[in-house]
Every structure is written in C-alpha cells, then in structure tokens.
C-alpha cells in the first residue's frame, strides 16, 4: 500500500502569509493526487485534482504542484476563511489514502 | 444542485452491524461511482470502498472481510454495511461522489454532511 505523510501535522501563520503544505507519498503516484480542506464539524471540500487543477469555484489563491512522490499544496495569502485543517489524498492505485492531516492555525 | 444525506443509526453494539444508507438527491446514481469514508473522532480519513452505478464494488483490503456496499432499488441511493463492529469502528462516516468512471476521477468532489456512529454496549 502507498502512505502518505504530509508535514508540518500543524502550522501556524497569520491573515496574509505565504502557506506551503508538502505531502509526499511513499512510491511514485504520477499525478494523482487531491487535496481537501476541512473545517470542524464539516465535510471535506475539493480543493485540487491531479495535482495542480484547480476545482471549480475554489479560489485562485490555493494552487498544487509536483509529481510522483513528492507535492505542495500553496495558499499565496492566507484569508481568515482558509484556517483549517488539510488533507492530500493519493488515487493511484487501491487502496487510496489519505495523509494524516495539516492543521492551519492562526498566529 | 446534486446532494448526499447519509442516514442510520447513531449507535451499534459491539459485534454487531453497522447500516448507513447515503440518498442522492438532485440527480441519481448514474453515471458516477460512489464511495464511503470515514473519520474517527479527531483523527484522519479513510476510504472504505466503492459502488457503481451498476453495482461494481471495490474495498479497501483493511476492512474487505467485513464490509458490503450495495446500490439502493431506487436507484438514487447506495448502503454501506460493515459487521462485527468494535469501538475501533467509531467514527463519522461520510458518503462521496467521484466525478467520472475510469481512474482520472477516482477523488471525490461531492460529499454529504457525515453521520457519527458510536459503537458501545
């Protein structure tokens, strides 16, 4: 089975800042990988596909990068919406998974 | 627009089963494949396995043994099943929607809201 590890598990920045969330998978997945964010109480919401398409309706500010083991996930300027938790999911093979989760904190 | 609305009980004992059904209303099964996920309390995701329109299923090998996904009469809802449950099966569990049929859609762009189940005598 393919792991995923997403590191920092937590971040803390401040309304405005540069975020940069890496996940990097235990063999090659080409591209294929998501990216999720979710509030407390709530679903996950799509964010990214394939790694770096971004999903209708999200905003510009969120964008993905990289392939086979290793990607990012970037929020060029941190919105007081955007503080939640993150996860990166792999869909190249079964079973999917799941990083364990980056949680986005106010500074 | 489309919506999911998982639906069951909120508390199994031990060693029983686990039902959820998840509805899809705004729209039907066809032509999408459709998945279970779950989340223990503060903890990560993980998928459980997939239906399709038709009836095809594919599980995640850790709970294979226990687990059965099955499409609705209706046609606009699907069921999870997982028996012989433990505390260890605690968790939100969530149904989702992948956005195509071959294996560039296999994330999920659609979710429902997320039913807890506890299990406890």
């Known amino acids: 089975d393919i792991q995923m590890t997403q590191s920092p598990s937590t971040l803390s920045a401040s309304v405005g800042d540069r975020v940069t969330i890496t996940c990097r998978a235990s063999?090659?997945?080409?591209?294929?990988l998501a990216w999720y964010q979710q509030k407390p109480g709530r679903a996950p919401n799509l964010l990214i596909y394939?790694?770096?398409s971004l999903e209708y309706g999200v905003p510009s500010r969120f964008s993905g990068s990289g392939s086979e083991t290793e990607f990012t996930l970037t929020i060029s300027s941190l919105q007081p919406d955007d503080f939640a938790t993150y996860y990166c999911?792999?869909?190249?093979?079964?079973?999917?998974?799941f990083g364990q989760g980056t949680k986005v904190e106010i500074k | 627009q489309v919506q999911l609305q998982e639906s069951g009980p909120g508390l199994v004992k031990p060693s029983e089963t686990l039902s959820l059904t998840c509805a899809v209303s705004?729209?039907?099964?066809?032509?999408?494949?459709w998945s279970w996920v779950r989340q223990p309390p503060g903890k990560g995701l993980e998928w459980i396995g997939y239906?399709?329109?038709?009836?095809?299923?594919n599980y995640n090998p850790s709970l294979k043994s226990r687990v059965s996904i099955s499409v609705g009469t209706s046609k606009h809802q699907f069921s999870l099943e997982l028996n012989s449950v433990t505390a260890a099966d605690t968790a939100v569990y969530y149904c989702?929607?992948?956005?195509?049929?071959?294996?560039?859609?296999?994330?999920?762009?659609?979710w429902g809201r997320g039913t807890l189940v506890t299990v406890s005598s």
């Open positions: 989702a929607r992948h956005p195509g049929t071959s294996n560039w859609a296999w994330y999920f762009d659609l």
């Open positions: 705004g729209g039907s099964l066809r032509p999408y494949y």
């Open positions: 239906i399709s329109y038709s009836g095809f299923t």
């Open positions: 063999q090659s997945i080409s591209s294929w």
């Open positions: 394939k790694a770096s």
């Open positions: 999911q792999h869909y190249n093979s079964y079973p999917w998974a």
